[in-house]
């Protein structure tokens, strides 16, 4: 469920009317809800109640200053990959205690930021990034928690590029060797074990290849104790997919999800930390775009946004479906007619859908994609210089640009000339 809904025949943000938001900011925008992203947050919470838990927002999917504050202030911790996105956990008020460090390629530096600035654990992804991090603690006199990340080699279901725990990809170490990775741990100076970390997929549309990855880990667990391990936290991941399409069966619920983690880990005593990313963000935000063009093709015709594949790459790197709908309510009776929706990017791959059957719309008309809060704006670039499209988030009846659009200048004055080509031209 989410909080954009048609009343009076025009698409809402909560109590906002997109139409007024695209007065203010232009086409096209971002647009986020503060309800639906506290209610999704609050599902998982509650979902693992009875469980000592905590929820670290996996912020790659939105890492809006604005989000991760709304976050924090509900309590979760959150899941971070990279220097930058452990800054602006920092900044946006997470506390260090709070902040899981995931990732296959953490640098030294990376790892001293977050052991100074404060780190609940590190998910250590391999034998060589141990040993670097040990080195690291160690130099600055501290010693670093670590999960180890396993991957279970079950085959997550979804799509190939956004799988994680087959054998074949790049992520954690093979559960197989988990044993003597574990012992390679202990015997290190400066770090210290405190559980099993995995995560083996996102947009997982089943529980069943949780259901392996658990009873896995479950095992795992009671081995390690035995060989002498503290193992007194879990890790789970993310991944937990959302429904983008409407009209298919929806995914397993949060607290189908939090049944699950209770039958197959709630015996083991453990804290329990979970990392979702797009089942908080997705749905509690779309894409807004203006009709452009409405060409005819030969045997085709097409809709041309002003939104395009920088803006929003998942259809064109995914092949990955976004409901599109118009801001005005279309009228039951209407004449849908099949368009191939497509932005102003120089390339064929700027292509949101083919044959998507939309009512008539006319150019200057807004559209929205729908279940682009996750792994829109932080995927988006510049590509034909255009600018990175603002982020609004509402409250209720209250709307905020909470990233404005850089200007022409802005962007240009980023590239610097070095000095044997100025005045050259
Ligand atoms: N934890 C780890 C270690 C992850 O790698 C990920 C996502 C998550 C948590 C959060 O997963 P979520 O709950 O959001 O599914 N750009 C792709 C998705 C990439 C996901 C990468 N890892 C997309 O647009 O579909």
């Known amino acids: 469920m989410d909080h954009f809904l048609y009343k009076d ?24 809800s503060t309800a639906t992203l506290t209610r999704h947050y609050r599902l998982f919470d509650e979902a693992l109640d009875g469980l000592d838990h905590l929820v670290c927002y996996a912020m790659k999917a939105n890492s809006n200053q604005a989000v991760l504050k709304l976050m924090a202030s509900l309590g979760a911790g959150v899941d971070v990959v990279s220097g930058g996105e452990y800054r602006r956990a920092k900044a946006a008020g997470f506390s260090g205690d709070k902040i899981v460090f995931s990732g296959v390629g953490k640098t030294r530096d990376e790892m001293c930021l977050a052991l100074e600035g404060g780190i609940r654990q590190f998910n250590v992804e391999s034998e060589p990034e141990m040993v670097l991090l040990s080195r690291a603690a160690e130099s600055l006199g501290v010693v670093a928690p670590i999960t180890v990340r396993v991957n279970p080699d079950v085959d997550a279901k979804t799509h190939e590029k956004i799988a994680t725990g087959k ?29 099993i970390d995995v995560h083996i997929g996102s947009q997982l549309t089943s529980l069943e290849p ?109 092949g990955a479906y976004h409901d599109i709908l118009p801001v005005i309510e279309a009228d039951a009776g209407a004449d849908m007619q099949p368009f191939d929706i497509v932005g102003p990017v120089c390339e064929s791959g700027d292509t949101f859908t083919k044959n998507r059957l939309m009512p008539p719309v006319a150019p200057g008309a807004l559209v929205v994609f729908r279940s682009a809060g996750a792994y829109g704006a932080v995927m988006a670039s510049e590509y034909n210089t255009r600018p990175l499209v603002p982020e609004v988030l509402v409250h209720e009846h209250q709307f905020a640009v909470i990233r404005g659009r850089p200007t022409f200048d802005e962007i240009i004055n980023r590239d610097t000339i070095p000095e044997w080509l100025e005045g050259s031209a």
């Open 9 to 32: 025949g025009v698409l809402h943000a909560e109590d906002v009317a997109i139409p007024e938001i695209a007065d203010v900011v232009g086409t096209p925008f971002y647009v986020y």
């Open 210 to 318: 949780y259901e392996q990855a658990y009873l896995k880990v479950a095992e795992l667990t009671e081995a390690l104790r035995a060989d002498g391990h503290q193992i007194k936290r879990l890790d789970l991941g993310g991944g937990l997919g959302i429904p983008y399409e409407r009209s298919n069966t929806a995914p397993p619920l949060p607290i189908e999800y939090g049944a699950l983690v209770k039958r197959t880990l709630g015996h083991l005593d453990c804290e329990i930390e979970i990392e979702p990313g797009r089942l908080i963000a997705g749905n509690a935000g779309i894409l807004v775009s203006e009709v452009i063009y409405v060409k005819s093709g030969e045997g085709r015709d097409f809709l041309i946004l002003d939104a395009a594949m920088n803006d929003l790459i998942r259809p064109a790197m995914y």
């Open 167 to 195: 054998s074949e990809n790049k992520f954690g170490i093979p559960i197989a060797r988990a044993r003597e990775v574990y012992a390679l741990a202990a015997s290190l100076p400066a770090l210290e074990v405190v559980g």
